[in-house]
Structure formats: C-alpha cells, structure tokens
C-alpha cells in the first residue's frame, strides 16, 4: 500500500531524531550510573537535577536525570528540524504541509518512545537497587511520565518555533521568538511546580496549578505554538 | 505523460528586489530545453518557482493547468537538481540514494546501480567526504533515476570534470530516448550542451527575452568564412555578432537571414555560409549594454 506522504516524513524524521536519541539515553545512562558511583563511594550526592512530582530520594533515579537534560536534548532537535529537513522534504517533492503533519507526528513518536525508554530505565535501576539490597523511598505517580510527555513535545515544538521565526523572518524578530518562547517555558515549569532558579521568574508570580489544569494548560500551549508553526512554514521560501 | 507547463505573467519579489518580472511561457512537454541566462539572471529563481520552492509574488505557474505550490500531486512529478554541497550527509551514496527513492515513484533503483558504476562513484565514502564533482555525479543520479516526468538540472554539472559531464550528456539524451519527458537543462556554459535543446529559453535580468525552437534560432544568423578581404567586404553594413581570424582565414557570424542574391553572391565570391552557434546569439541578446 502506498504510504501517505506526511507518514513517510514522520517516519524518516522519528529515524533521524530517533537515532540521536538513543545516543543521548546511552550518554545519559553512563553519566548517571557515574554519579551514582561517585555518590556511592564518596557520599557526596552528585544531583544531576531537581524535579517536581517525585516525592522522596530525588536525586538519586533516572527519572530526574531524564526528566530535566531531556527538555535541554529535545529543544535542540527542534531547532534542527527546520531549515535543513524543510529543505531536504521539499527537495524530494514533499509539501510543506506534508513536511509538518509528518513533523508532529514524529514528535508525537519521540515523546512516547522517549517516556517508554525511561520508564523502562527506571525498571531496570530499581531491579539493580533491589539485587543490591538498596532501598530506597521513591514515589513515582504516573503523572510523573505523563509530564515528560508533555515536556518532550513542548520543548521540541518550541526549539522549531524559534528556528521557524528566525528561518522565516529576520534575526531582530528571531529574538522576539526566543522571548516567547522563555515565557512559554516559564508557564510550563510554574504550573506543573517546578522552580526556575531566576528572579525575572520570580517576578512573574505563577503558581502551581492542579494536574488536570496543568496538563490542559500545556496542551494548549503546545497546540498554540504548534499552529504558530504552520503559519510560518505555510508558503515559507526555501533557502539555498 | 506529457506534462505541460504554463508560467502566466509571472513575477517574483523578494527582500524588496525584483528577481523576476512578467514571465510567461508555455512548454507543450517531452522534450529538452535549455534554459540560457547569465550569472544572476534568474535562471535559478525561475526554476525555484517552477520546482514550489518559492511561490511566484503576482502571476501563476501551473502544471497540466494545477498550480505547482503547494500540490502533492504536480510536486512528486518534478526534480530540481542544483549543485547544492552535502556537508552534512553522514551516511553513504547507496544508502543517500535509497533514502531519496522513497518520495519518487518512478524511480528506478538498477538505473541507479549502472549510473554509480559509469560515474565511477564511490560507494564506501560518506556523502560529505566525497569530491565537488562526485557530489555532482550524485545529484545527476538521482535527478536520472527518479524518472520525474518534469526533471530541472540547474547547471547541476558545473562540479563535474569533462569526462564526467560526457557521460552526464550521453545519459540525458539515452534516457530521455527511452523515458520521453521534459528535461530543463539550464546553463550558462552553452556551446557544450546545445546541440541537445530542441527549444531554448533566454532569461536576462530577470525577464524572458526570447523561446524559440533552437533550429529557428541557429538558422536566425549566418556564419561567414573564407578570405579575410572578401569575408569583410561581404559583411559589411550587417550586423556583426563576432569576428575571428586565423592566418588569412577569417570568420563572421551575423546576425539575420540572407536574401537569395547575397547567398549567391556569397558562392562566387567562394565563401562557405553555415549556421551560427547560440553560444554567440546568447552573448550578442545578453550583452550589458544591451537594452
């Protein structure tokens, strides 16, 4: 059967991204199964990160490691996601419409497939800690993984709107992208309870919200930037 | 299929500048045509709009009467081949290949096989490590291979050396033989590729000055040759379009046809009359201080 166009993009992009992402899990994987070490024979915690949700030994799961570098990781494959794969899509005869539904689609993929990946990871850590005797207190909701979703598909979708701004307009409203995007970023980690260490948040007084407002609140975030997305691609020249 | 191409009073603004002005042309399809301009006419803006990477500011380009921008259906029928570099390919020819086969229906993957072989291209060098010229041996593949009812090469063969560019020529007239479509060449370096147009279009500053069959065209001048005394006097008071002498030979190309008196004349005074090439019809319709 003839595959839909923007399913073969999705495809194509999942396989890209999909294969730096599991480059960055093994890195990640390494660099916390070193901390653990250090912190195991030093008894110096080495935190890789802070995260709302998880009550009890926070520094000291995957989950944390994952939760806050991911949002780093995905942003910059948004970032990519534009000029080149627009060019190379359109190159191949590909609309730019089917470029961005396959786009989405890929997202949508990567953020599954990233959260099943963690989740998994976090399996296999308590499965050591238990054959080592470790114990440990850690209360992990599954709301925990479903912000991580939502943490991917923002990020990324982010990352490809200030690339999309600046691909399309000039670099002076580039920047404007940025700031929105800071904001945005700034709503996301308020309401789902997660402190952003700067005062310029601090002055904004958000405060964290009730899971289900905070999950709508970040779809409709997502599905604001997303559709920003398409109207800047939507007739964009592509560039040599 | 043919696919027939209709540019309507086409214009194409960008960063305040006009790039294209008033463009239209038809192209019944199925045939070779070269699109001729200098550097920075328009060539590649032209052929931008025509491949949906930019849509035309007033005016239309339609394919079998749809418009090209933004149609999944016209756009999986055209390839716009460019001597882009790819420095960041990471994987290698055969796999770039296959990745790019997927979005084209017709293409032919044993066609690309024997291509790579004639190419001399290496199969084991990551795309981005190969040669300028292996680069373009590439670009030429795909652009052959995907068997695209409408197939742009916007002077894709620039990189190549001359042996090369041989067998990019004799693959574009053996497989066009076989797989009629239309094929858009456009190049600046006219005399080694015009003898495979069947009608040329010239692009200047933005602007179509002239589609013509390129027989019409060739047949539009003469080329005079013999004495240097007689050739002068013959010419005299035509339009010149170039002058060359070697030893006590001379040749004259001018521009315009000859009465039958002046062909007759032209035999008794033993001078040989031929026709002129495009190279020098482009140069003369294309000088700057032409307007």
Redesign the interface.
């Given at each position: 059967m003839k595959k839909n166009?923007s399913t073969?993009v999705g495809l194509?992009m999942f396989h890209t991204i999909g294969s730096w992402m599991l480059w960055y899990i093994g890195i990640l994987v390494v660099l916390h199964i070193g901390s653990a070490v250090v912190t195991y024979y030093t008894g110096d915690e080495v935190k890789l990160s802070h995260s709302a949700l998880i009550q009890g030994e926070v520094g000291w799961s995957i989950l944390n490691s994952a939760l806050t570098s991911s949002k780093v990781f995905f942003l910059i494959c948004g970032l990519l996601s534009m000029g080149?794969f627009i060019k190379y899509?359109?190159?191949?005869?590909?609309?730019?419409?089917?470029y961005y539904k396959g786009t989405v689609q890929s997202i949508l993929y990567l953020s599954l497939s990233f959260t099943a990946a963690v989740a998994i990871l976090y399996g296999l850590e308590s499965l050591i800690m238990n054959i080592l005797g470790l114990e440990r207190n850690l209360h992990v909701p599954i709301m925990f993984y479903v912000k991580i979703v939502f943490d991917v598909i923002l990020f990324y979708v982010v990352g490809w709107f200030i690339a999309a701004g600046f691909y399309r307009l000039n670099v002076w409203l580039g920047m404007v992208f940025i700031a929105i995007t800071v904001l945005i970023v700034f709503i996301q980690s308020g309401i789902w309870g997660e402190s952003v260490p700067i005062p310029l948040y601090k002055l904004m007084n958000i405060y964290e919200v009730s899971t289900w407002l905070a999950v709508l609140i970040s779809a409709i975030l997502i599905v604001g930037v997303i559709a920003a997305i398409r109207l800047l691609t939507k007739?964009v020249?592509?560039k040599? | 299929m043919t696919q027939k191409i209709k540019a309507d009073k086409m214009s194409l603004k960008?960063q305040n500048k006009q790039v294209l002005t008033n463009i239209s042309f038809e192209l019944e399809g199925n045939k070779i045509y070269g699109l001729l301009g200098r550097n920075g006419a328009g060539k590649t803006s032209l052929l931008?709009v025509l491949a949906?990477?930019?849509?035309p500011t007033i005016g239309s380009i339609k394919v079998d009467g749809e418009h090209v921008?933004?149609?999944?259906q016209v756009?999986?029928?055209?390839?716009?081949i460019?001597d882009?570099k790819l420095d960041?390919e990471t994987g290698k020819a055969p796999t770039y290949i296959k990745?790019?086969s997927?979005?084209?229906p017709n293409f032919d993957m044993d066609y690309a096989e024997r291509l790579i072989k004639r190419f001399k291209l290496p199969t084991d060098t990551e795309v981005s490590k190969l040669s300028r010229g292996m680069q373009s041996a590439l670009h030429a593949i795909i652009g052959l291979a995907s068997r695209?009812p409408i197939t742009i090469f916007d002077e894709a063969y620039l990189g190549m050396d001359a042996s090369a560019r041989e067998i990019f020529y004799e693959e574009v007239l053996n497989d066009f033989m076989e797989h009629p479509r239309t094929i858009i060449l456009s190049t600046h370096l006219i005399s080694e590729m015009e003898s495979m147009f069947e009608e040329v279009l010239i692009i200047d500053q933005g602007e179509l000055i002239l589609h013509e069959e390129a027989e019409t065209l060739r047949e539009s001048g003469v080329s005079v040759t013999g004495a240097v005394e007689q050739v002068d006097y013959f010419v005299q008071g035509k339009h010149i379009l170039k002058e060359q002498v070697l030893g006590g030979t001379k040749l004259a190309m001018i521009y315009g046809q000859l009465s039958e008196q002046e062909r007759e004349e032209a035999k008794a005074m033993q001078l040989t009359l031929g026709p002129i090439t495009l190279q020098e019809l482009f140069i003369h319709l294309t000088k700057e201080d032409k307007q």
């Open positions: 166009k073969v194509s080149g899509f359109v190159s191949n005869g590909v609309t730019r419409r089917d007739e020249r592509i040599d | 960008f931008s949906a990477f930019v849509k921008f933004e149609n999944a756009m999986e029928q055209i390839i716009f460019r882009v960041d990745d790019v997927i979005f084209r695209c």
